[in-house]
């Protein structure tokens, strides 16, 4: 913090010599008064000559003190003074640094940002499928950019979801993701068939029969998924699923990773900055980007986001305007994040509501 100068006044050891050059001043007056007086029987200085040799050769020595202490004291404040002009120079060295490593901070957070939105903008599915009109076989072309793709990713994770759920049926939900997040990021194809492996190989079959001979099938997932999943984007269901996505996705998550840990390890940010400039990130991202955010920490794939020693979705709310009826139903964010039970999670100061989540904010009691 800069210091004010401006409330600076003397210091005890100027205080003190301005006090012994006023105490001696004034006992130089009143010294040949004193010190030639009758009462003073140790020293008899009436008979000293003219009176002002007297005065002169009384006084002169305390004007003389008085004169080093005034010296001593013009010395005192001059190295005061250049004491106080190297802290001043020292502090606006630091600060001009300061402000240096800022604008270089917003300078890469900016080109990051940036980049951010190429990669996003970059995204693309082709989808195909094949339609008849009477016996006449047609192929139907069509492109999804952007944004948009992750509202096809959402669906498409859901549906290799539940049908791992129909295979795997003992399994616990977070084993039944990390199942199908792999179909999902790598691709049906990039698997090694094992006819020894009867599950798997039933697995893998089921997900190649909805690939291949089901598609335009807008009642096939009644067959395969839970009869309560709702697939909300139906144009999915007529389009090539499963062949993976990781030349898709696999830069587009470690680049949103490193813009994040970027922030996070300013050390010449507060955490209120840090907030801001991740919230300027977050309003980047839809609810379905945040959505497969929370899917790849959650499989084990992106496990660094929410860790012992990372705390992107808990301190920083990376994933804030998620909520639970746009995830699988398996999965509950208020008992994952153990909401309820108060666990300790940063907050920003003078701020007297900070939640984890949007929802949160829906539920809570008006006042």
């Not at 696999?250 to 991740?278: G, P």
């Amino acid at each position: 913090m800069k210091t004010n100068y401006n409330k600076e006044g003397l210091d005890k050891i100027e205080v003190g010599i301005l006090l012994a050059i006023l105490i001696v001043i004034i006992f130089s007056f009143i010294a040949p008064a004193l010190l030639t007086n009758d009462s003073f029987h140790f020293v008899d200085l009436s008979g000293n000559g003219e009176i002002g040799d007297t005065i002169g050769g009384i006084m002169n020595p305390f004007i003389a003190i008085a004169g080093v202490l005034i010296t001593f004291l013009a010395f005192y404040i001059q190295f005061k003074a250049n004491k106080l002009q190297r802290r001043l120079f020292k502090e606006e060295l630091e600060e001009q640094q300061k402000q240096t490593q800022s604008n270089k901070f917003e300078n890469q957070f900016y080109e990051m940002l940036r980049l951010h939105k190429e990669n996003v903008n970059e995204i693309s599915l082709d989808l195909t499928t094949e339609v008849h009109i009477g016996k006449t076989p047609f192929i139907k072309s069509d492109k999804v950019n952007g944004r948009e793709v992750f509202k096809y990713l959402v669906e498409e994770i859901k549906i290799l979801y539940y049908v791992t759920k129909h295979v795997y049926s003992t399994e616990s939900p977070d084993l039944l993701l990390r199942k199908a997040y792999e179909i999902f990021f790598h691709g049906i194809n990039s698997f090694k068939r094992n006819k020894d492996d009867v599950i798997r190989e039933a697995y893998l079959m089921s997900i190649e029969k909805i690939r291949n001979e089901l598609k335009g099938n807008k009642l096939f997932y009644k067959n395969y998924i839970d009869k309560n999943v709702e697939i909300i984007n139906h144009n999915i269901l007529e389009y090539q699923l499963f062949g993976g996505y990781s030349s898709l996705l696999a830069h587009y998550y470690r680049h949103l990773y490193q813009t994040v840990k970027f922030v996070v390890q300013q050390s010449l940010l507060t955490y209120e900055q840090k907030r801001n400039y991740l919230r300027i990130l977050r309003a980047q991202l839809s609810n379905q980007e945040q959505v497969m955010l929370f899917y790849n920490w959650k499989s084990n794939f992106g496990n660094t986001w929410e860790d012992s020693e990372n705390r992107f979705f808990t301190d920083y709310r990376m994933i804030h305007n998620i909520y639970n009826e746009i995830i699988i139903k398996d999965f509950d964010l208020e008992e994952i994040f153990k909401i309820n039970e108060k666990i300790y999670y940063q907050t920003e100061l003078n701020r007297e509501w900070d939640p984890l989540f949007e929802f949160q904010d829906w539920e809570r009691p008006k006042k």
